[in-house]
Antibody, heavy 119, light 110 residues
Framework: QVQLVQSGAEVKKPGASVKVSCKAS????????ISWVRQAPGQGLEWMGWISVYNANTNYAQNLQGRVTMTTDTSTRTAYMELRSLRSDDTAVYYC????????????WGPGTLVTVSS | QSALTQPPSASGSPGQSVTISCTGTSSDVGAYNYVSWYQHHPGKAPKLMIY???TRPSGVPDRFSGSKSGNTASLTVSGLQAEDEADYYC??????????FGTGTKVTVL
């Protein structure tokens, strides 16, 4: 069965960077993209961007351009999301999700990783 | 890209129906038949309920249905059950490999 397992919670200071991992299993890793979505406390879901595992092409949300980098390691079937110059409003649960596929949707999700930015 | 607009809340008694709207623009919802819906129970991973406007993934009950007219998509939950109480989010493709989520709707089963 498809599973996405994410790394554990992080606490960072403003200005620091965080790198969240997402290890996939149960499907052909290179056949699907991996997207990242975050949810700040009390807020809705926010699409951050996605990476094609097949060719490593990326597309980032405009408001995160220059601060976010998404990568994959096909040898370990792991996707990574790095966010730099952290601010307090980056405090959120960060989800990885499989997709968008041919149907432009996100069909399997990881359990989420809480990133807290606090001085 | 601005978030799609959803009502903050919706409610219904068990067995009744509830419909949630998702309003975008002619650049996202109105331009593509790539609207999807997600059920999110707090503390859990979101779950895909509908894709391509009206298609249910395997395992999703047929009580869930989707539609679209112009720049507005809708999710209807018929025969409400207690376990349907959750937050629901729409999402749309916005062109140029970009996506956008809705503001979210909290569904309460009375």
């Amino acid at each position: 069965q498809v599973q996405l397992v994410q790394s554990g919670a992080e606490v960072k200071k403003p200005g620091a960077s965080v790198k969240v991992s997402c290890k996939a299993s149960g499907y052909t890793f290179t056949s699907y993209g991996i997207s990242w979505v975050r949810q700040a406390p009390g807020q809705g879901l926010e699409w951050m961007g996605w990476i094609s595992v097949y060719n490593a092409n990326t597309n980032y949300a405009q408001n995160l351009q220059g601060r976010v980098t998404m990568t994959t390691d096909t040898s370990t079937r792991t996707a990574y999301m790095e966010l730099r110059s952290l601010r307090s409003d980056d405090t959120a649960v960060y989800y990885c999700a499989r997709g968008p596929g041919s149907y432009a949707s996100f069909d399997y999700w990881g359990p989420g990783t809480l990133v807290t930015v606090s001085s | 890209q601005s978030a799609l607009t959803q009502p903050p809340s919706a409610s219904g008694s068990p067995g009744q129906s509830v419909t949630i709207s998702c309003t975008g623009t002619s650049s996202d919802v109105g331009a593509y038949n790539y609207v999807s819906w997600y059920q999110h129970h707090p503390g859990k991973a979101p779950k895909l309920m509908i894709y391509e406007v009206s298609t249910r993934p395997s395992g999703v009950p047929d009580r869930f249905s989707g539609s679209k007219s112009g720049n507005t998509a809708s999710l209807t939950v018929s025969g409400l059950q207690a376990e349907d109480e959750a937050d629901y989010y729409c999402s749309s493709y916005g062109g140029s490999n970009n996506f956008v989520f809705g503001t979210g709707t909290k569904v309460t089963v009375l």
